[in-house]
């Protein structure tokens, strides 16, 4: 069978069924300024022989440059095995299949994937994933707004320190549904939301409070002190974390002080760090968890466990009834998915490492970036920007605009981290720098040359 | 044959409306819509005190194969919902128009719903084929 999915004929006939003159005529809708046009740089058509040669020439133009860029995706040691499980036929679909009496398998996978992601932050339900972490944080949104029932005014508090990719993302997933998005400004010294900050909204309408940790500068929020705030005022906790602090940090389940009514509702992040190498942005996976009492106006696919008509044990997709092949317009989302093959990935990942593994790459990767922040900070004309904890990112604050530094270290196959001016300008000449477990002492010391040479001749110039 | 007592009213979509002593308004779903959704598994209510325009969704009826939006007959103010739904969705299915009931509401000023007689559901009904 040829993998064509229709014939020139085929379409043609169609065209002439539907009495349309040419493929082009059915997007006519779409206004002219927001067509591309052209892809540029992506040729018409090449055999196979010629796109591997093609993507191998590309793929040299990147080099082997040495990161220490974050931000929300991050360079993790990935065992051979994970992605040698991952591709196995199996598992290696383009799709996930969800018929239970042919997917036993898969939804077996995906059953464990949300066990563990549902004990990683320690709360009691999580879906099978979603897109990435940015729109799994606007889906947790729209998802507070169904859920905080006793709120009417869909507003969400969106402090600063959450990754300005995700907050844009979150405006362009919920903005148009009515929701507010209101911005908490954050202690420019401490690098983290003041709790007080939160003073002036005493006594109004609030659905739900975002809180990332470690927030977009890789510090610590006083997550205890955000979430008693919330709770006391029936404002839903958003929480957006890393999956890889959890093993070091306390899960969102367990934030805030007060017995009963701890915790945060919604837990959302970015998967790729478990298990899925960095790649020009994605494919990567978005997680979900939250509280039982929430599970109904939880979005995406979830698995569950049941049993079959001779009482045998299995696993079947439930919940499905508020999905969109069944309730259309009123599902709980018509723009999410899953992702099948990363989850699986992860799921490999999370296997493979244990708690105990996985609590060893966290306290790597911190241990790595404090030395790293040391070893930039006594370069001079570099020192740190906040005072206070942080997980494995730190921002510096250098003598002079980090762009042109960024640029020079580039050409010495070093990316020296995200030059922050473009999203936060009030910060000055501030950058974001990450470093890993895969980093080491010498790579750690090569930066920190590479840097005091920049500046020394930056400053001499 | 579906159960359509004669001392309730009844809307088109197939919500029935009891007039309480005190002036309030008692709405379910009939007995019809529950057998026509099955096996009921969850029921959300809404706050007290909520204010629903006429036609507004006020509660969601979820089955095993489908979840439902209920209308609100009237404008008004809920000033009742049924909490025993929470843990016993099924009385929907055992008890339409008894222990089944979703709320209670206030009507506002002037509110004048279109509603049905029982015999004007019956007939509904049979000409939808239930």
């Known amino acids: 069978m040829a993998f064509i999915p229709h014939t020139r004929e085929d379409v043609e006939s169609m065209l002439e069924t539907i009495g349309v003159g040419s493929t082009e005529q059915l997007f006519d809708e779409i206004p002219a300024n ?10 018409e058509a090449l055999s196979e022989m010629e796109v591997g040669r093609l993507m191998a020439e590309r793929a040299r133009l990147d080099g082997r440059p040495l990161c220490f860029i974050g931000a929300g995706a991050y360079e993790h040691h990935i065992p051979a095995a994970v992605w040698a499980i991952a591709t196995r036929g199996e598992f290696y679909s383009a799709y996930t299949p969800y018929q239970a009496e042919a997917s036993q398998g898969t939804l077996q996978l995906l059953y464990e994937y949300q066990t563990m992601m549902a004990s990683l932050t320690g709360l009691e339900v999580s879906n099978a994933s979603l897109y990435d972490g940015a729109s799994a944080m606007g889906e947790a949104c729209l998802m507070a707004v169904r859920a905080n029932r006793r709120s009417r005014s869909q507003r969400i508090l969106v402090p600063t320190t959450v990754n300005p990719l995700y907050r844009r993302a979150a405006a362009a997933v919920a903005g148009n549904q009515g929701l507010v998005f209101e911005e908490v400004p954050f202690c420019t010294e401490e690098g983290c939301i003041a709790p007080a900050a939160l003073a002036r909204y005493d006594g109004q309408d609030i659905t739900a409070l975002v809180i990332q940790q470690p927030n977009f500068f890789g510090r610590l929020e006083d997550v205890d002190a955000l979430c008693d705030w919330a709770r006391a005022r029936n404002v839903l906790v958003i929480a957006v974390v890393n999956p890889t602090s959890l093993a070091l940090l306390k899960p969102p389940g367990e934030w805030g002080s007060s017995g009963a009514s701890k915790g945060a509702d919604i837990a959302v992040g970015e998967g790729q760090p478990l298990g899925v190498p960095l790649s020009s942005g994605g494919p990567y996976f978005g997680f979900m968890t939250a509280r039982m009492e929430h599970v109904r106006q939880m979005p995406g696919r979830i698995i569950g466990r049941t049993v079959d008509a001779a009482g045998r044990p299995g696993f079947t997709l439930t919940l499905q009834a508020r999905e969109q092949h069944i309730r259309r317009a009123k599902a709980t989302s018509n723009i999410c998915t899953n992702q099948g ?11 493979l490492m244990g708690p ?40 510096l604050a250098l003598d002079r605009a980090v762009a042109p530094v960024l640029e020079k270290l580039a050409a010495c196959g070093i990316l020296g981290g995200l030059d922050l001016s473009e999203h936060y300008p009030e910060l000055g000449h501030a950058l974001l720098v990450c470093a890993t477990e895969t980093k080491t002492t010498a790579d750690i010391e090569r930066y920190a040359g590479a840097l005091a040479e920049c500046l020394r001749e930056a400053r001499a110039a | 044959m579906s159960n359509v007592p004669s001392d309730l009213k009844y809307t088109k979509s197939h919500e029935w409306l009891r007039t309480l002593p005190d002036g309030t308004l008692e709405v379910g779903i009939t007995d019809h819509a529950q057998h026509a959704l099955g096996d009921l598994v969850f029921v959300e209510v809404p706050e007290p005190g909520r204010k629903l325009s006429a036609g507004e969704a006020f509660a969601v009826v979820e089955s095993v194969k489908a979840a439902s939006d209920v209308y609100s007959p009237v404008a008004g103010e809920v000033t009742a919902s049924n ?3 929470a843990s016993e969705p099924e009385a929907i299915n055992s008890d339409a128009y008894g222990k089944g009931w979703l709320m209670r509401l206030r009507p506002a000023a002037g509110a004048a719903p279109a509603l049905l007689s029982a015999a004007e559901y019956e007939k509904l009904i049979a000409e939808e084929g239930g």
């Open chain 1, 34 to 43: 927001l067509r591309l046009g052209t892809l540029a740089g992506v040729p």
């Open chain 1, 341 to 351: 093959l990363l989850v699986t990935a992860a799921t490999v990942y999370l296997s």
């Open chain 1, 356 to 395: 105990a593994g996985l609590e060893r790459v966290a306290a790597a990767s911190h241990a790595r970036t404090r030395e790293l922040a040391g070893a930039l900070t006594r370069v001079p004309g570099v020192r740190r920007l906040f005072s206070g904890p942080v997980f494995h990112e730190e921002v």
């Open chain 2, 83 to 85: 909490p025993a739904l």
